[in-house]
Structure formats: structure tokens, C-alpha cells
């Protein structure tokens, strides 16, 4: 009744969808993708990577998440992964991935990914493909403009979109304005481990801030925080946060910043904020708690921030990859507001300024504006750019993309998106040096674009070519969770630093059990040891008696291959927790309370060899 006739008079809207565009996105059997693209899984938690043009997925990280598939989150190596100041936390609204980069271009190192909820960024490591790192963020709440990289990855920032009293602390909440505030955090990351620490907090009025983009090029030094309800209202509801003509774009100085660190010009304030490292040698992660933070107040370090005005409560902020143009995404509004870094800059040299707010000087709109971009579409969200001297922005009301010139300002494409994009994507499309073949929609609504399965739909992206003037949608595919942003890379930047397995005596795992002959079970009160092996195609020990109901039991689990792709699983009848599924050369450890006795089989969870159904065993549970 439906789906026949809504799908054909698409596919006849869509006429550019020919054989010919098949074929753009065909990726025979056995070839590999041109781009990887990094989609965050919004309120899954996870990160998904797909083959771009296939549309293919071809892993799905955990990240904010536990994962059964992996054992992450379940295991005794990455439990202390999802620690925070708040306890353990297995869940977390992820949304924006970014690529770690060098000279402003993306580097295949490291992807970093925020999660809004409980404060947090990740990193995970493109070696791997597994998440390395997971840092709280302190006196924050909805940590949203985050995690958007400086051009060598000096910093990652986030920005609280809640104002929250800082320090934390009971109070009342119509007390918000003036009282509440809104921390921009710097997150120093280490050039070689790329381990974050919290480098300094810039202490902002009591705004929301939204979104963020560092400077490149000439505006190298600089970050761009948008902000929405700078009326300070605690509740929007009604009137709310949209009585103000213009909200800011936050021009935050963070050289200026490094120096002001440098001169002890900054405070000491309680925080409590958990860091947790996988360590790369013994695969065991650690958390451990943080106890301050550096802040910087604005209002007593002169040149370091400037409020830009910007009509209509601007979301995305973008940085076109020159670094001279500021593209402010009003989102209420039907005009694009790009601001000129050079004219920012004469600005503050010349001191002409439209007042301040808790001392952070205005700038006055009409000095700064570069161009607008006039009535392209309704509800701008996001702006990315193809490195030929286009931009391409995303409309949500209006739902379509839109290509504009920079510099001239003027509208030169325009293409639906079926339904409701948030960002897009395009490989390397926020850094200096954009890969602009592709372009990817991440749409919110998925309405009748694939079969029914209920309810509830999966998201989607859509593929679009933007090699040539006109841009040619060419694939929907369904993602997982919501595909809030994503990140794209040429395959081969990534692919050549793939590790393949870990070198079996290179692992530092405390429990690990580096050769058949060393397996054993060790008790010390009640707590079983089990010392276990894996190699196609048995596991070892694989007769185990001695344990009692009620003991603490711990299967530490190493698997000696030596050889790509051939992981081996584990898990045991009534297992509290998930499987294991542990990578060639590494250890994992499956922790299991046996709560009655009897004979409990254990076997290898994942397919490895055609006796891969050999690898069982059991363990014998008897009285306390
Ligand atoms: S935000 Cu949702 S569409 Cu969380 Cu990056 Cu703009
Ligand atoms: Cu090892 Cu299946």
C-alpha cells in the first residue's frame, strides 16, 4: 500500500540514479574502499567504521559502551575503560568523531570522539581500531563542542553546553544567571602516546556552548565555540533562549592562553575527573582519579577571548581549510554569516569594541563580516569544504545540502537529502587540505527509505559525488545508533599502519601465559586462577577441577597465534558477564562467580578453524 509507489516515484526523482552511478559506488569482491569514514554511533555509545564509496560497514568500535561482541566493557583489561567520578558508566551519547592531524591535515593516527552525558573524550588508537584512551572532562555537563582538534593535535577541546556551577555544588537553580558558568576545556595531547591530560579551563559566562572549530593556517593559535542562550535564561522553555537577535562566536586566543599558563596566571580549583589508559604492552587498562584543573579567568587575562556577534543562534562554527573565513551556522536563521579572521584581527588591534560582557570585549558585527550567503536554505547546521574553493552546508528544515562559493558567497548547487541532515562529512572537510571527491549526509530521519522493520529505524547517510559542478547522490546506507558526525581519511593513510597481531613475547599482561607448557589453575583463598591457552584448536587446560561454589574465578585467557585474523573466543555455561575475544598475542580475563556446583562446559566463541567446534572443555564446581 505504501512502500511500492513511495519507492518508485524516489527512484524516478532521483533519475541521476543510472547504471552509471552503480557503478561509483561499486566495489568488487575482494577490492578495497578508497576512504575509511569514522561515523559515530550517537547514543549507541560506539563508533562505526564504514568503506566509502561501498557504503560498507566494516567494524563497529566500542567505545562509550559495553560490547558483547568484544568483550569491552565486560572483560577485567577494559572494565576500568568506563570509570568516571561518577562510578562505573557503561553508556554515553557519542557525537562527534575528529581525526587527529599534522600541519592541519589528517594524520591516520588517532580518532577522538566525545561523549555529551558524563563528560568525555576518547581516543582510539588506528592501529587497533580499539579505544586507547578515555579522559572525564571536569565542571562540565553535555560536553558537545568537543572533541575538535588544533592543527598538529596540540589540543583537543571540549565545551560544556550546559552552564554548571564551578565548582559543582548544591544550589539553586534560579540562581543561573551570573552564578552558573561554562567551562571550554584544552586537552593537551602527547605527540607520541597521544595521552591527554586537562592543560588549562578557560572559565566563560554562563552560556550554552554549542559547537566548536579551531583555527588553521592564519588563524593557527585560535578555537571558535558558538554559543546559544547568552540571556543566561535557566529554563527554556516558553521565551527561553531565543530573545536575542545574536548570540557570540567565542574567539578563544589559546597561545595567548599558554602564555598566560606559563606566567602562573591562572587558578588551582578542585576537580574530580577519572583518566583511563589501555596500556599498550600489557593490554590492561587503568583509571585513575584527577583532583584539580588550571583555570583561566577572561576576565583577568586581557586578549584572550573576544565574543564574535552572530545572527540567530549559530550551531556549527567552520573553519574554511585557509583559516581566514568563520562560518557561523545561525540556525534560526536564513542567512550564512561568514566572519573574516583578518578583519577579527583589525578589529582588536584597533580596540573598536561593542561594549564587553563579565569582561570578555564585543566585537562589532558589521566590522568582522567577510560575506553572507544570502537565503540558501532554512536551519544551517553544519559547513564543510572541498579544498576547490567550495563549501557545502546543511540545511535541516529545508532538508538538502547546499554548495556555496567562498568569497563570492553565491549559491552554485543545491541537492535534497532524504531526511533532515545534521552534518556531513567529506573527507578531511574541516581540516586544511580537503579530499573533496565525496560528501556524506548524516541524515536524523529514515522515514521510507528501506524496508520497514518496525517502529524504529535505523539511521542513514547518504553518499553524494561532488567531483564534479553538480553534486550526484549515488547511495543511501543505514548506520547504527545515530550517525551524529562522522570523519573521513584515505584508505591508504590508515591501512598502512594496521597491526596485524601483537608478538607474543612482546605481552607485558600480568596473567599472561606465554607457552602450553607454563597453563596452570592457582588458588589463594578463594580465588581461582586459571592460567588458559588458545591455539587452533584447543583450549588448555581443558579438564579444570578444584573450584567451589562461590569462589572468585578469573580465566586468564592468552592467545599464543601468532597470525592475523585469527582471534579465539571464550566464555563458560552461566557466565555473569559476556565472552572474550581475545586478539593473536594478547590475554583477557572472563571473571565468573559459579553459584552451583556441577560440570560447566566452556568453549572458543568465534570461528577459527574447521576444528574450531574442538576447542571446549569443562570445570567442575563443587560444594563450598
Ligand atoms: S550537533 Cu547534532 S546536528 Cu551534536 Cu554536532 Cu549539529
Ligand atoms: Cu578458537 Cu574457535
Redesign the pocket.
Do not use: P, R, S
Given at each position: 500500500m505504501f512502500t511500492g509507489c513511495k519507492q518508485s516515484s524516489q527512484t524516478s526523482n532521483n533519475s541521476a540514479l543510472s547504471s552509471d552511478v552503480a557503478s561509483k559506488v561499486y566495489v568488487a569482491p575482494g577490492e578495497y574502499d578508497e576512504f575509511y569514514a569514522f561515523v559515530s554511533g550517537g547514543f549507541s555509545g560506539q563508533l562505526s567504521v564504514y568503506g566509502l564509496p561501498s557504503g560498507r560497514l566494516l567494524k563497529v568500535i566500542p567505545v562509550f559502551s559495553q560490547d558483547a561482541e568484544k568483550g569491552y566493557g565486560y572483560n577485567e583489561e577494559t572494565i576500568p575503560m568506563l570509570n568516571t567520578s561518577f562510578g562505573f558508566i557503561p553508556w554515553d551519547d557519542a557525537?562527534?568523531p575528529e581525526l587527529s592531524q599534522t600541519d592541519g591535515e589528517t594524520d591516520g593516527r588517532w580518532v577522538f570522539i566525545n561523549g555529551?552525558n558524563t563528560p568525555r573524550i576518547a581516543r582510539i588508537d588506528l592501529s587497533t581500531f580499539e579505544t586507547a584512551e578515555i579522559i572525564e572532562i571536569p565542571n562540565s555537563g553535555g560536553n558537545?563542542s568537543s572533541p575538535f582538534t588544533t592543527e598538529n593535535t596540540e589540543y583537543v577541546v571540549a565545551g560544556t553546553r550546559f552552564a554548571v556551577p564551578y565548582p559543582q555544588k548544591d544550589m539553586s537553580i534560579k540562581e543561573y544567571k551570573g552564578n552558573f558558568k561554562g567551562a571550554l576545556t584544552f586537552i593537551d595531547v602527547e605527540k607520541e602516546s597521544g595521552h591527554m591530560e586537562v592543560a588549562f579551563q578557560v572559565l566563560m559566562p554562563g552560556f550554552n556552548y554549542?559547537?566548536a572549530h579551531s583555527g588553521k593556517g592564519k588563524s593557527h593559535g585560535w578555537t571558535f565555540f558558538t554559543t546559544y542562550n547568552t540571556e543566561e535564561s535557566n529554563t527554556l522553555l516558553e521565551v527561553g533562549a531565543s530573545q536575542n537577535d545574536k548570540d557570540y562566536i567565542a574567539a578563544i586566543n589559546w597561545k595567548k592562553a599558554e602564555e598566560y599558563i606559563a606566567e602562573g596566571k591562572f587558578k588551582t580549583i578542585p576537580a574530580n575527573y577519572a583518566h583511563n589508559i589501555y596500556d599498550e604492552k600489557t593490554h590492561v587498562a587503568t583509571s585513575e582519579m584527577k583532583k584539580e584543573v588550571r583555570v583561566l579567568d577572561p576576565a583577568e587575562c586581557p586578549g584572550l577571548v573576544y565574543f564574535l556577534p552572530t545572527p540567530k543562534s549559530p550551531?556549527?562554527v567552520d573553519v574554511d581549510p585557509t583559516g581566514e573565513y568563520i562560518v557561523g551556522n545561525g540556525k534560526l536563521s536564513a542567512d550564512l554569516t561568514v566572519h573574516s579572521f583578518t578583519k577579527v584581527l583589525q578589529a582588536i588591534e584597533n580596540k573598536s569594541f561593542d561594549g564587553e560582557a563579565y569582561g570578555i570585549p564585543i566585537l562589532k558585527m558589521d566590522e568582522i563580516v567577510a560575506g553572507i550567503v544570502e537565503q540558501p536554505g532554512l536551519g544551517p547546521?553544519?559547513t564543510e569544504f572541498d579544498g576547490k574553493g567550495n563549501a557545502y552546508t546543511t540545511f535541516?528544515i529545508s532538508s538538502e545540502v547546499v554548495k556555496w562559493k567562498v568569497g563570492t558567497w553565491e549559491v552554485i548547487d543545491r541537492i535534497p537529502s532524504y531526511y533532515s541532515v545534521?552534518?556531513l562529512m567529506i573527507p578531511g572537510g574541516d581540516s586544511k587540505k580537503p579530499e573533496g571527491k565525496y560528501l556524506v549526509a548524516l541524515n536524523?530521519i529514515t522515514k521510507d527509505r528501506y524496508l520497514p522493520t518496525g517502529p524504529e529505524l535505523n539511521h542513514s547517510a547518504q553518499l553524494y559525488d561532488i567531483s564534479g559542478d553538480k553534486m550526484e547522490l549515488l547511495l543511501d546506507f543505514p548506520t547504527i545508533g545515530e550517525p551524529?558526525?562522522a570523519q573521513g581519511i584515505s584508505a591508504g593513510k590508515v591501512m598502512s599502519k594496521s597491526k596485524k597481531f601483537y608478538p607474543i613475547d612482546e605481552n607485558e599482561h600480568p596473567h599472561a601465559t606465554k607457552s602450553e607448557s607454563d597453563v596452570k589453575v592457582v588458588r589463594e583463598g578463594n580465588i581461582v586462577r586459571i592460567y588458559m591457552t588458545a591455539i587452533r584448536s584447543h583450549l588448555n587446560p581443558d579438564n579444570i577441577e578444584g573450584v567451589k561454589v562461590g569462589d572468585k574465578v578469573y580465566f586468564h585467557l592468552t592467545n599464543l597465534e601468532q597470525d592475523w585474523d585469527v582471534p579465539h573466543g571464550f566464555s563458560v555455561m552461566g557466565a555473569q558477564n559476556a565472552e572474550l575475544l581475545v586478539m593473536p598475542g594478547q590475554t583477557e580475563t572472563l571473571y565468573w562467580e559459579p553459584k552451583q556446583e556441577g560440570v560447566y562446559p566452556f568453549y572458543c566463541t568465534d570461528f577459527c578453524s574447521a576444528l574450531h567446534q574442538e576447542m571446549q572443555g569443562y570445570v567442575r564446581v563443587s560444594p563450598a
Open positions: 557525537h562527534h555529551n558537545h554549542d559547537l550551531h556549527g547546521l553544519h535541516f545534521g552534518h536524523k551524529h558526525y
